[in-house]
């Protein structure tokens, strides 16, 4: 079982900035972020294929957020920018063994969570 530990939430203002980590402590195919807002479905946000960069990301954060990966390091970020009230949620890392997906039900691997709140 790979663990997957997130780092850098907080408490922002609308129109911010927040950087978040997620170490894990063995290898995955894939990994990604997905997140939850009090009352709703948990949903994807980005993935990324570790071994060539791709990406794939949900049409809310498109031009906002950017996931990167540093292999050697074994890190995940997601780079969120113009942050919106919206974007509040407890903020889930996840991982893959094989797949590369937005489907939350084949992610095998998940974090704790971090929590990011946007205030306006």
């Known amino acids: 079982q790979v663990q997957l530990v997130e780092s850098g939430g907080g408490l922002v203002q609308a129109g911010g900035s927040l950087r978040l980590s997620c170490e894990a402590s063995g290898r995955t195919y894939a990994m990604g972020w997905f997140r939850q807002a009090p009352g709703k479905e948990r949903e994807f946000v980005a993935t990324?294929?570790?071994?060539?960069?791709?990406?794939r990301y949900a049409d809310s954060v498109k031009g906002r957020f950017t996931i990167s990966r540093d292999n050697a390091k074994n890190t995940v970020y997601l780079q969120m920018n113009s942050l919106k009230d919206d974007d509040t949620a407890v903020y889930y890392c996840t991982g893959t063994s094989n797949i590369f997906t937005y489907a939350r039900g084949e992610y095998e691997h998940w974090g704790q969570g971090t929590q990011v709140t946007v205030s306006s």
């Open positions: 990324i294929k570790l071994s060539n960069g791709s990406t």
